[in-house]
């Protein structure tokens, strides 16, 4: 199985700061990559999707790719509470039949 | 749009009993979805993929006579996990593809289905 590495973290940072949350994948022909939110208890919800290197933006977050580096991060600016979750990195290929391999979550507590 | 249910939500069951779990695209069709298993503290784990009207594709590890994966139609997919175990005690989650262009997709996941096995 091929990796996909996260901090587990916890990152703390204070309402208002931006989040920076990184990811790294092992597997040179990944193609897709994406970022979920997961509160506790609750399954994945899609933030992200980005398959070009560069940046993505929507609303407070933005994506950055890499494929050289293989390194793919979230931004996430204005950090409310309510951004208060474990965020998932995950990573597909035409060779798994486009099934997503899950890095282990990083945790993000964001403090009023 | 895009959304996933999975049925039950919750369910506790006495050790050896099977679980059967829904998982239904709601407003689009879904040729792919695929199974997950997630243990406490732990990241989402692939179990298998459902194709519509073939066999689902398992991962290496998953016992596919413990684990019976129906994907009836383009909106259902069903597990079930048979003669379950405490140690099949998880949170079961399925998700379903979005074609984005060629033959790759968006997955969205459904709300999981917590199991407890007695």
């Known amino acids: 199985q091929k990796e996909v590495e996260q901090n587990s973290g916890p990152l703390s940072v204070p309402e208002g700061a931006i989040a920076s949350l990184n990811c790294t994948y092992s597997?040179?022909?990944?193609?897709?990559f994406f970022w979920y939110r997961q509160y506790s208890g609750k399954s994945p919800e899609l933030i992200m999707s980005?398959?070009?290197?560069g940046d993505k933006e929507d609303g407070r977050f933005t994506a950055q790719l890499n494929k050289a580096s293989q390194y793919v991060s979230l931004l996430i600016r204005d950090s409310q509470p309510s951004d208060s979750a474990t965020y998932l990195c995950?990573?597909?290929?035409?060779?798994?039949?486009?099934?997503?391999?899950f890095g282990k979550g990083t945790s993000l507590l964001v403090t009023p | 749009g895009a959304v996933v249910s999975q049925h039950p939500s919750r369910v506790i069951c006495k050790s050896g009993t099977s679980v059967k779990i829904e998982c239904r695209s709601l407003?689009?069709?879904?040729?792919?979805m695929f199974w997950y298993r997630q243990f406490p503290k732990q990241s989402l784990m692939l179990m298998a993929t459902?194709?519509?009207?073939?066999?689902?594709?398992?991962e290496q590890g998953v016992e596919k006579d413990k684990f019976l994966i129906n994907h009836a139609s383009l909106t259902l997919s069903t597990l079930t996990v048979t003669s379950a175990h405490p140690e099949d005690s998880s949170f079961y989650i399925c998700?379903?593809?979005?074609?984005?262009?060629?033959?790759?997709?968006?997955?969205?996941f459904g709300p999981g289905t917590r199991l407890l096995v007695l």
């Open positions: 998700s379903a593809g979005i074609p984005r262009g060629g033959a790759e997709e968006t997955q969205y």
């Open positions: 597997d040179r022909v990944s193609q897709s």
């Open positions: 980005i398959y070009s290197n």
């Open positions: 995950a990573v597909t290929n035409s060779n798994s039949g486009y099934a997503l391999n």
């Open positions: 407003d689009f069709q879904a040729t792919t």
């Open positions: 459902s194709n519509e009207g073939s066999k689902a594709t398992y």
